[in-house]
T-cell receptor, first 112, second 110 residues
Framework: DGGITQSPKYLFRKEGQNVTLSCEQN?????MYWYRQDPGQGLRLIYY???????QKGDIAEGYSVSREKKESFPLTVTSAQKNPTAFYLC???????????FGSGTRLTVV | DAKTTQPPSMDCAEGRAANLPCNHS???????VYWYRQIHSQGPQYIIH???NNETNEMASLIITEDRKSSTLILPHATLRDTAVYYC???????????FGAGTTVTVRA
C-alpha cells in the first residue's frame, strides 16, 4: 500500500452511529486526503489537509469530520448526519516533489 | 464541471499496445495531465504525468498533442493485470487537489 495503512478493511455500522476510519502513513508526506467512491463512480473529495492542525473541506464534506493532530495520521469520522454513508473510502497522501498520490487500500463501509 | 473526456470503456488484446485517449480542450497553460489507474477494489495507482512534452516511464508512455488539448496513454504490451479503470486528470502544479471522474474501464483479453 505504499506506506499507507487504512483500517479496518471492512466496517459495518448501524444507522445513527458515528464511526471513525483510520489512516496512517509513514511516507513523511505533508498532504493527506479522504475520498469516497460509490459503485461505478469516480472518486469524490471529502476533506484534505496540507499540514498538521489544518484541514479543508472537499466537495462532499457534509456529515463527515476529520482531525490532523499528527503528520502521520488523518482519521475520518462518518457521523450520523451523513445520509448515505455506505461506500468505499480511500485515504491518500501527496508527494509534493513528484506530484503523485499514494493511496491506501481502502475501507468499505456498510450501514446495516 | 468535467475537465476531461474519456471513453467509458475499451477492450485490448493481451500483448498488444493499448492506446487510451483523453480530451482536455479547456486545459490551462499551468495544468498538468495526470494518469492513474484503479484495479478492482484497490486504491488508485499513479502511472505518469506531463506538462507538454511526451513522457515515458517503466509503466507507460504519455503523448500530449502540440496544442495540449488531448493526450494518449500508451501501455506498450498490455497484460491481463492491466485490466483496470484508467483516470485522466488535469490539474495545476500547486493545486494539491485532483478530481477523479468516471475514467475508462480497460479490459485486456487473452
Amino acid at each position: 500500500d505504499g506506506g499507507i495503512t487504512q483500517s479496518p478493511k471492512y466496517l459495518f455500522r448501524k444507522e445513527g452511529q458515528n464511526v471513525t476510519l483510520s489512516c496512517e502513513q509513514n511516507l513523511n508526506h505533508d498532504a493527506m486526503y479522504w475520498y469516497r467512491q460509490d459503485p461505478g463512480q469516480g472518486l469524490r473529495l471529502i476533506y484534505y489537509s496540507q499540514i498538521v492542525n489544518d484541514f479543508q473541506k472537499g466537495d462532499i464534506a457534509e456529515g463527515y469530520s476529520v482531525s490532523r493532530e499528527k503528520k502521520e495520521s488523518f482519521p475520518l469520522t462518518v457521523t450520523s448526519a451523513q445520509k448515505n454513508p455506505t461506500a468505499f473510502y480511500l485515504c491518500a497522501t501527496l508527494d509534493g516533489d513528484s506530484l503523485g498520490y499514494t493511496f491506501g487500500s481502502g475501507t468499505r463501509l456498510t450501514v446495516v | 464541471d468535467a475537465k476531461t473526456t474519456q471513453p467509458p470503456s475499451m477492450d485490448c488484446a493481451e500483448g498488444r499496445a493499448a492506446n487510451l485517449p483523453c480530451n482536455h480542450s479547456t486545459i490551462s497553460g499551468n495544468e498538468y495531465v495526470y494518469w492513474y489507474r484503479q484495479i478492482h477494489s484497490q486504491g488508485p495507482q499513479y502511472i505518469i504525468h506531463g506538462l507538454k512534452n511526451n513522457e515515458t516511464n517503466e509503466m507507460a508512455s504519455l503523448i500530449i498533442t502540440e496544442d495540449r488539448k488531448s493526450s494518449t496513454l500508451i501501455l506498450p504490451h498490455a497484460t491481463l493485470r492491466d485490466t483496470a479503470v484508467y483516470y485522466c486528470i488535469v490539474s495545476p502544479y500547486n493545486d494539491y487537489k485532483l478530481s477523479f471522474g468516471a475514467g475508462t474501464t480497460v479490459t485486456v483479453r487473452a
